[in-house]
């Protein structure tokens, strides 16, 4: 098993991505090599540094996705960047899968481009996992189709619910759409011709999910467009850093305060470990030729970890091979005949 | 000044919502009344069981409006119903404002019916005040148009100004689109065409806003389709709780947890303070001919006093005169013409 690391698309330097991968290394035997992609004399610096080198490979690429870069513009006139490199790695079979902290939007196009959708698969949609108060969920689409139809979300749906099923081990995932209220005549067009879709299928469809349940365990995937499922993500990320931010300033507004949070610090340390996104770590693409997981642009080295850790068990429990079968079945089921027109363009932009 | 309070919908009874209107009476002289409007017998008890009873009518009702009642189905249904008979109130000149803790969906619909658009406004938005690390923001719409045009996103960045220039005091209030990204290649057509309308009027308009930048300051005035507004909103209730409750599990696991929890007790006081929904009150359904206040199913009494209270200011601050003034005036500088269409169709069905 080969998988290819964009070392340079991250918010802290190659050099964190890199001892993210070295920890990965150790972590996970079954890893024959990883392939960094990125700037030569970067990488080289970094590698000098500290630690082994074995099962690491360089790939030398000359150019930089930057988040400014217009997504397909850039993938098709940085013919030599990280990213792009990356994907091709992939393509021509030197590696299995491919991780990269850079632009989003770049990083879909710059997938479906290369990689192609697999056959059935109408759109390549991102997947996280998120944190619950008893476990975790799945969130799908994070951000790659910002407009999409309801074929779009059922297939979403599938491919999220085998990832559950696979990575995260729920044998039947409840699978919900996100609404603006439980109840069937709530929603918009595309969600309630999304729910009568999903009802003919061998989903265990929970129906209409709202922002209160995410939380709280009523669904196990919920699929979403990814414009929405894009701002409920960063709100997420974006209040609890808030909440955060404010319990911390309060705790340290005085003695008495910094006593009792040093106190309690077990529990802070315990409260991070069950909502940290960083233990989540790698977001992947599903429905490509080839494994692509997007991680956080601030990860940092346990996020690196976790991204390789979750490409290694996409690779593993053959994600891919569930998704061509179950989608293809479920396109015959209700009738839908994949659209030729498409394929060979990407969502962004 | 008389406001309407349909003390019917609420989680907790209409015990709690008589308390609650108790509470605001005190603090609050400007108001004439308080209309109590349902069912006779509970408000006859609830009032008899402590408390003075001046300035506080009894408005007898037989009917309610449930979670699981059809919007506007109920609305023309239930003609006797407490949150019908609340807008008629309002709609008759005998109060100025009406609250109701029921059925989002049925008190726009009965707001829309009964009470009809201001003459330049296209749709009744709910705005609700959320707080952020720095201050608060006003997010609109939360629930009321699940599917808008740019013409009703733009008409709610100048509501959602006017209320945050006039009841929360900011003179030059920054408006954003909520988008999936600041970049203004991000966004749908309808955030697109709205940011291009908002350009060309007197709005400081700071563009694009992500869920990222919500609780840090960089809009005051946050706008959005219901559809989306709403899941954000459940989204941010449903987080805080799971944070909030893992947060005391945590600190509740062992004994020195527990004594550094209670050393630290000021700090969990003052985070509340800062981040407690309940301190915002009501959410105004902007636009109509009338003040309407949407209060939290769940509000307990405090919750009740500040929708009361956002009620009065509302009224004082002669809020409806505003729109009606810079609506216009919006329309006639874009070159719209104001639909006759729909004006007497609510928006929910």
Not at 8 to 25: E, F, Q, T
Not at 92 to 120: E, H, M, Y
Not at 164 to 174: F, K, M
Request: net charge positive.
């Amino acid at each position: 098993m080969r998988i290819a690391v964009d070392v340079m698309g991250g918010d802290h330097g190659s050099g964190v991505v890199i001892n993210g991968v070295r920890l990965a290394l150790q972590s996970l035997p079954q890893i024959h090599e990883i392939l960094l992609v990125g700037d030569q004399g970067q990488i080289e610096s970094a590698l000098a540094a500290a630690g082994p080198r074995d099962r690491i490979r360089l790939v030398h690429a000359s150019e930089v996705i930057t988040m400014e870069d217009k997504p397909l513009d850039a993938v098709r006139r940085k013919k030599d960047c990280s990213m792009v490199r990356a994907m091709e790695l992939v393509r021509d079979g030197k590696a299995g899968a491919a991780i990269s902290l850079g632009n989003t939007g770049a990083l879909v196009a710059a997938a479906t481009v290369k990689l192609r959708r697999l056959a059935p698969v109408e759109r390549a949609p991102i997947a996280t996992v998120m944190p619950s108060v008893n476990g975790e969920f799945v969130l799908v689409d994070v951000g790659a189709n910002h407009e999409c139809r309801p074929i779009h979300l059922v297939q979403f749906a599938i491919m999220g619910a085998i990832y559950s099923r696979e990575l995260l081990h729920h044998r039947q995932p409840r699978v919900g759409i996100l609404s603006n209220g439980r109840e069937e005549t709530k929603g918009t067009e595309l969600t309630r011709e999304t729910l009568r879709l999903m009802r003919q299928l061998d989903l265990d469809c929970v129906g209409y999910v709202e922002g209160h349940d995410l939380f709280h365990g009523r669904a196990d995937v919920v699929v979403t467009d990814g414009f929405t499922g894009n701002i409920v993500l960063k709100t997420c990320e974006g209040l609890s850093r808030a909440i955060f931010g404010v319990v911390r300033a309060e705790l340290q507004a005085n003695g008495w305060r910094k006593l009792g949070a040093a106190l309690a610090r077990g529990a802070f340390r315990d409260i991070k470990r069950r909502l940290d996104p960083e233990a989540y770590g790698g977001a992947p693409l599903l429905g490509l030729n080839g494994v692509v997981i997007k991680a956080h642009g601030g990860a940092r080295e346990e996020a690196i970890m976790n991204a390789v850790r979750v490409a290694t068990e996409t690779l593993q429990q053959r994600i891919n091979d569930a998704i061509v079968r179950e989608v293809a079945a479920a396109n015959l089921k209700l009738g839908f005949t994949k659209s030729t027109m498409d394929t060979s363009t990407p969502a962004v932009a």
